[in-house]
């Protein structure tokens, strides 16, 4: 089946510790994002990618670092600089190669909890 | 940059009762807008879209929404609510032109369905 995967779907970081999310598409796929949800916020733009070896910062992107080294993936890190890293993280891909007006296709979601 | 407010944050509506979630976009020269919806710890799914032409749109699960420039709206309606029509939904806008762009989320509103 085609589609978006997360891993893990829950995870615990100690404080100062460095975790990276995963995010895998099968969909061919080439722009990709990182979205942040918090009860009430909505969801925040962290990275996005709209091609491979390149990245750009979207609203929140202090204290999280990506790479995009293959098409299909795009992992992001949540360094020990990102102050309140508890949240929900969502990632997205869309058709891209500069075709605007696509709509997002979205992954499970991975918890992160700070312990 | 675009924005989206949804002015709602809660609404609760009778089973079989009516509903419309309220989407309101800054200004863009063609605007893409997009509905999604999201239940519990799970990802978003999409609902529908406008891009251009008629501007009643019609989504899946019986869901439709108008698109009105005049008022900078595209408000979500379903003419009769089911119980499992109950989660959070959001209005999204497409920003952004060829490497730039990017989807922008509203805070969401939160539907409960009463018996």
């Known amino acids: 089946d085609g589609g978006i995967t997360q891993s893990p779907k829950y995870l615990f970081r100690k404080e100062g510790q460095n975790v990276t999310l995963s995010c895998e598409q099968n969909l061919n796929h080439d722009a990709m994002y990182w979205y942040r949800q918090d009860p009430g916020q909505g969801l925040r733009l962290i990275y996005y990618s709209q091609i491979v070896n390149d990245f750009q910062k979207g609203d929140i992107a202090e204290g999280y670092s990506v790479s995009r080294e293959k098409k299909e993936s795009f992992p992001l890190t949540v360094t020990s600089a990102q102050k309140n890293p508890t949240a929900f993280y969502l990632c997205?891909?869309?058709?891209?190669?500069?075709?605007?007006?696509?709509?997002?296709?979205f992954g499970q979601g991975t918890r992160l909890t700070v312990v | 940059a675009q924005s989206v407010t949804q002015p709602d944050i809660h609404i609760t509506v009778s089973e079989g009762a009516s509903l419309e979630l309220r989407c309101n976009y800054s200004y863009g020269a063609t605007p893409y807008l997009f509905w999604y919806v999201q239940s519990p710890g799970q990802g978003l799914q999409l609902l529908l879209k406008y891009f251009s032409g008629d501007t009643l749109v019609q989504g899946i699960k019986g869901f439709e929404a108008e698109f009105k420039r005049s008022q900078s709206s595209f408000n979500l309606r379903k003419p009769s609510v089911h119980w499992s029509d109950a989660a959070e939904y959001f209005c999204?806008?497409?920003?952004?032109?060829?490497?730039?762009?990017?989807?922008?989320f509203g805070s969401g509103t939160r539907l409960l369905v009463r018996p």
């Open positions: 999204a806008v497409g920003e952004g032109m060829d490497s730039s762009y990017k989807l922008i």
């Open positions: 997205a891909s869309s058709i891209g190669r500069g075709r605007i007006g696509t709509e997002a296709f």
